[in-house]
């Protein structure tokens, strides 16, 4: 599966921000479709994922916040990011795994990488 992530942009604290997670090859719906961020000097991070049989998982950050839902009939992931703050500036990336539900938080299970998608919060 071929991942494509898009929907970044330059907003203000407190704006909303959806991101979408585009699948090709292959059904987001035999998956587990995470999302990931990496500010700039920092590591590359857990933010959501959605499971292939529907669970959701989100790091505490963002919980509140941030909703991910998955779109079957478009074969995407959407990252909806409400209440947006300085510090969730970030290139974030999709991808894709297999790996049982409790190691989604681990990037080294992921594959797939899709190119990122800089989101910008201004104060």
């Known amino acids: 599966v071929q991942l494509q992530a898009s929907g970044g942009g330059l907003v203000q604290a407190g704006d909303s921000l959806t991101l979408s997670c585009a699948a090709s090859?292959?059904?987001?719906?035999?998956?587990?479709i995470g999302w990931f961020r990496q500010a700039p000097g920092k590591e590359r991070e857990f933010v959501a994922a959605?499971?292939?049989?529907?669970?959701?998982k989100s790091t505490d950050s963002v919980k509140g916040r941030f909703t991910i839902s998955r779109d079957s009939a478009k074969n995407t992931v959407h990252l909806q990011m409400n209440s947006l703050k300085p510090e969730d500036t970030a290139v974030y990336y999709c991808?894709?795994?297999?790996?049982?539900?409790?190691?989604?938080?681990?990037?080294?299970?992921?594959?797939?990488w899709g190119l990122g998608t800089q989101v910008t919060v201004s104060s």
């Open positions: 090859g292959g059904s987001v719906r035999r998956y587990t």
């Open positions: 991808a894709a795994t297999t790996v049982v539900w409790g190691r989604v938080t681990e990037e080294n299970q992921y594959s797939n």
């Open positions: 959605f499971g292939w049989s529907g669970n959701t």
